[in-house]
């Protein structure tokens, strides 16, 4: 199991993550760890938990701006997807297989559907 500790550097805040003898810290300033917050609790959301805060926060559509997208499998076989969205910096995200099935699916059948009908349902 990972460990996570979330510290103070002057202003900024320090995220470090361990898991067996491999650690990595990553600090970042006010606003990309608000951006990281609300990143975490919309997946949270996607797949049907709680925060446990005020889960009628606003949602914040953050753009992909990795040059790449990069899907593949961690060593549990698990599906992974890198990218860097927003001024975030870049992240993995560690998929179930059914929420990979969900999200390829649900990605399918927006693909599919009529450019006019994806914008008559707010784009997407």
Same mark, same amino acid.
Do not use: Y
């Given at each position: *199991?990972?460990? !996570?500790?979330?510290?103070?550097? #002057?202003?900024? !805040?320090?995220?470090?993550? $361990?898991?067996?003898? $491999?650690?990595? =810290?990553?600090?970042? +300033? ?11 609790? $919309? &997946?949270?959301?996607?797949? #049907?938990?709680?925060?446990?805060? %005020? +889960? ?10 990795? $040059?790449? !997208? %990069?899907?593949?499998? %961690?060593?549990?076989? *698990? =599906?992974?997807?890198?990218?860097? =969205? #927003?001024?975030?910096?870049?992240? /993995? &995200?560690? /998929? ?13 059948? !927006? ?10 349902? #707010?784009?997407?």
């Amino acid at each position: *199991m990972a460990g !996570i500790s979330v510290t103070l550097e #002057g202003d900024n !805040i320090q995220l470090a993550f $361990q898991k067996g003898e $491999q650690s990595t =810290a990553v600090v970042m +300033d006010p606003q990309a760890a608000r951006s990281l917050v609300r990143a975490v609790s $919309q &997946l949270l959301a996607a797949i #049907g938990e709680s925060t446990g805060e %005020d +889960d009628d926060m606003p949602e914040e559509i953050v753009d992909v701006t990795s $040059q790449t !997208i %990069d899907v593949g499998m %961690d060593e549990h076989g *698990m =599906a992974v997807v890198a990218l860097q =969205a #927003g001024m975030m910096p870049p992240f /993995l &995200l560690r /998929l179930k297989d059914d929420e990979a099935r969900h999200i390829a699916n649900s990605l399918l059948e !927006i693909l599919n559907s009529p450019r006019d009908v994806r914008v008559s349902h #707010g784009d997407h």
